[in-house]
């Protein structure tokens, strides 16, 4: 059986699990691993490797970890691969990578492209109220996810979903995609289809002041807010001079005529927190210094110090 060699290039858990998927299809030979460097983490400043270094290690993968990709260009010329595959490498890749391989690169992009192009498409989709999203397998150019699309696979979100529900079934589905369309495209069975630029949109990588939540927002907006960053980085607010970030929410249409940010009520089950056209019901909370616990957990240290206080935007 002929073997197509490749040189795999991604970081975090999502693009584990497809180096994963990837090992097991016997028709790919993975040649090379490319992740990001070692980074250090807490307090102790903890050298902590990527999700992908880890498993290129278990399985005993040639592992490169280039703080600039073109330092490494050189070495992944070597393999002579066929096809570089990349699924959040978290690096930009110049003409001289793309042009490396026969196939150049493939990417595994979590959107429907040409919607959502850019670092953090699960969370813009889940924060702009999105019904669905997907994976979109497609040739990488010099612009950003610009590039012509191989095949997508569509995926519901919820009106419950978080990052941390949705992502892994679009870790399945990424797994799908690679299972029944990988190889037929490099067989040239599948052929590329150029983007429709008029429905071009952006998802930017997620910044310090996407996590601060603004209670003048709709309280739909906050609540899929809240949703889109659950578990990392969480969306927070300020009480008492402490940050208090939020986790399981849920949110009702209940008229009121309360200040938006007001906490209404905390009970064994929820803080209730007045927004425009409605209310939060906070389950799960991260007060400042302290782990994230449910509210049932917290009820009798806070119920008399929270009750009609008002969450605010900044530290004051």
Same mark, same amino acid.
């Given at each position: 059986?002929?073997?197509?060699?490749?040189?795999?290039?991604?970081?975090?858990?999502?693009?584990?699990?497809?180096?994963?998927?990837?090992?097991?299809?016997?028709?790919?030979?993975?040649?090379?691993?490319?992740?990001?460097?070692?980074?250090?983490?807490? &307090?102790?400043?903890? =050298?902590?490797?990527?999700?992908?270094?880890?498993?290129?290690?278990?399985?005993?993968?040639? =592992?490169?970890?280039?703080?600039?990709?073109?330092?490494?260009?050189?070495?992944?010329?070597?393999?002579?691969?066929?096809?570089?595959?990349?699924?959040?490498?978290?690096?930009?890749?110049?003409?001289?990578? #793309?042009?490396?391989?026969?196939?150049?690169?493939?990417?595994?992009?979590?959107? #429907?492209?040409?919607?959502?192009?850019?670092?953090?498409?699960?969370?813009?989709?889940?924060?702009?109220?999105?019904?669905?999203?997907?994976?979109?397998?497609?040739?990488?150019?010099?612009?950003?996810?610009?590039?012509?699309?191989?095949?997508?696979?569509?995926?519901?979100?919820?009106?419950?979903?978080?990052?941390?529900?949705?992502?892994?079934? =679009?870790?399945?589905?990424?797994?799908?995609?690679?299972?029944?369309? #990988?190889?037929?495209?490099?067989?040239?069975?599948?052929?590329?289809? #150029?983007?429709?630029?008029?429905?071009?949109?952006?998802?930017?990588?997620?910044?310090?002041?996407?996590?601060?939540?603004?209670?003048?927002?709709?309280?739909?907006?906050?609540?899929?807010?809240? &949703?889109?960053?659950?578990?990392?980085?969480?969306?927070?607010?300020?009480?008492?001079?402490?940050?208090?970030?939020?986790?399981?929410?849920?949110?009702?249409?209940?008229?009121?005529?309360?200040?938006?940010?007001?906490?209404?009520?905390?009970?064994?089950?929820?803080?209730?927190?007045?927004?425009?056209?409605?209310?939060?019901?906070? &389950?799960?909370?991260?007060?400042?210094?302290?782990?994230?616990?449910?509210?049932?957990?917290?009820?009798?240290?806070?119920?008399?110090?929270?009750?009609?206080? &008002?969450?605010?935007?900044?530290?004051?």
């Amino acid at each position: 059986m002929m073997k197509y060699k490749v040189i795999y290039m991604g970081t975090p858990h999502f693009a584990k699990e497809i180096l994963e998927e990837l090992l097991n299809i016997e028709a790919l030979d993975i040649v090379c691993v490319v992740t990001q460097s070692d980074k250090k983490v807490g &307090r102790k400043q903890t =050298l902590q490797y990527s999700a992908v270094k880890n498993s290129a290690l278990y399985h005993e993968l040639a =592992l490169l970890q280039p703080e600039k990709i073109m330092d490494a260009y050189e070495d992944l010329k070597q393999y002579n691969a066929d096809v570089i595959i990349t699924c959040a490498y978290g690096q930009f890749l110049p003409s001289k990578i #793309l042009k490396l391989t026969k196939h150049g690169v493939i990417n595994l992009h979590a959107s #429907l492209l040409p919607k959502y192009r850019g670092g953090a498409p699960i969370q813009h989709a889940i924060m702009n109220g999105e019904q669905s999203t997907g994976i979109s397998l497609m040739k990488s150019v010099l612009e950003m996810d610009a590039g012509p699309v191989y095949d997508t696979i569509s995926v519901p979100i919820h009106i419950d979903d978080t990052l941390g529900t949705l992502q892994p079934r =679009l870790i399945e589905a990424a797994k799908t995609i690679v299972h029944y369309s #990988l190889l037929n495209i490099l067989d040239g069975k599948i052929e590329s289809k #150029l983007q429709d630029e008029s429905q071009v949109s952006f998802a930017k990588t997620i910044q310090k002041q996407d996590e601060i939540i603004d209670f003048n927002k709709e309280g739909k907006a906050i609540y899929n807010q809240i &949703r889109a960053l659950n578990p990392n980085p969480y969306a927070y607010a300020f009480l008492d001079n402490k940050r208090v970030k939020f986790g399981e929410t849920v949110f009702s249409n209940v008229m009121h005529n309360e200040p938006y940010g007001k906490i209404l009520e905390m009970n064994n089950q929820d803080l209730v927190v007045a927004v425009k056209n409605g209310c939060l019901y906070i &389950r799960e909370l991260q007060v400042e210094g302290k782990q994230m616990m449910k509210t049932t957990q917290l009820v009798n240290g806070y119920k008399k110090l929270w009750e009609g206080k &008002r969450f605010n935007y900044e530290n004051n």
